[in-house]
T-cell receptor, first 111, second 111 residues
Framework: DAGITQSPRHKVTETGTPVTLRCHQT?????MYWYRQDPGHGLRLIHY???????DKGEVSDGYSVSRSKTEDFLLTLESATSSQTSVYFC??????????FGEGSRLTVL | GQQLNQSPQSMFIQEGEDVSMNCTSS?????WLWYKQDPGEGPVLLIA?????ELTSNGRLTAQFGITRKDSFLNISASIPSDVGIYFC???????????FGKGITLSVRP
């Protein structure tokens, strides 16, 4: 299995609070991604990174920011969480070509 | 944006039956991939297809990259209970390694 861990795995927070999810890899893969998964919507890309300090927006990036200060870590931040951001968040890593390795997911509930 | 269409949302089959899933798009993709997600886990790559017309097998799974490059199908033969899960198709267009996912098909297998 690819060495990829997400933390926290579960979080409950209140509307308006900041939240940071962390993705850590031990594979030295170039690409890192954050997806959210919601019933009826499948997997939707929030942000991705193609190198240290190189990031780009996905299809549902509003309300989210990311940072990648070193190869192994990719942080997803919700500056002010809203109930619509209740979801399961998946981090993935890749060396390119579409073959992604996913983490186990982080379940976020915003009350 | 690009969209991949998977339907129906759910499929119910009897153990031992074959099942086929399609994925279509109005856009051309250079790579097609099929992922499976077991309950409570992240998606895992099943098969990757890199060339129009390509037919690839992985055990009881067979997938094809459509000639028009706008579709792909996945066939599972002689289904077993562990085939239960969500099956996603995904497409890649260029060199930026940004995948587009379909919404997924939830497969249930009755013993």
């Amino acid at each position: 299995d690819a060495g990829i861990t997400q933390s926290p795995r579960h979080k409950v927070t209140e509307t308006g609070t900041p939240v940071t999810l962390r993705c850590h890899q031990t594979e030295n893969h170039r690409y890192m991604y954050w997806y959210r998964q919601d019933p009826g919507h499948g997997l939707r890309l929030i942000h991705y990174s193609y190198g240290v300090k190189d990031t780009d927006k996905g299809e549902v990036s509003d309300g989210y920011s990311v940072s990648r200060s070193k190869t192994e870590d990719f942080l997803l931040t919700l500056e002010s969480a809203t109930s619509s951001q209740t979801s399961v968040y998946f981090c993935a890593i890749s060396e390119g070509g579409g073959e992604l390795f996913f983490g186990e997911g982080s379940r976020l509930t915003v009350l | 944006g690009q969209q991949l269409n998977q339907s129906p949302q759910s499929m119910f089959i009897q153990e031992g039956e074959d099942v086929s899933m399609n994925c279509t798009s109005s856009s051309i993709f250079n790579t097609w991939l099929w992922y499976k997600q077991d309950p409570g886990e992240g998606p895992v790559l099943l098969i990757a297809l890199y060339k129009a017309g390509e037919l690839t097998s992985n055990g009881r799974l067979t997938a094809q990259f459509g000639i028009t490059r706008k579709d792909s199908f996945l066939n599972i033969s002689a289904s077993i209970p562990s085939d239960v899960g969500i099956y996603f198709c995904a497409g890649l267009t260029g060199a930026n390694s940004k995948l587009t996912f379909g919404k997924g098909i939830t497969l249930s297998v009755r013993p």
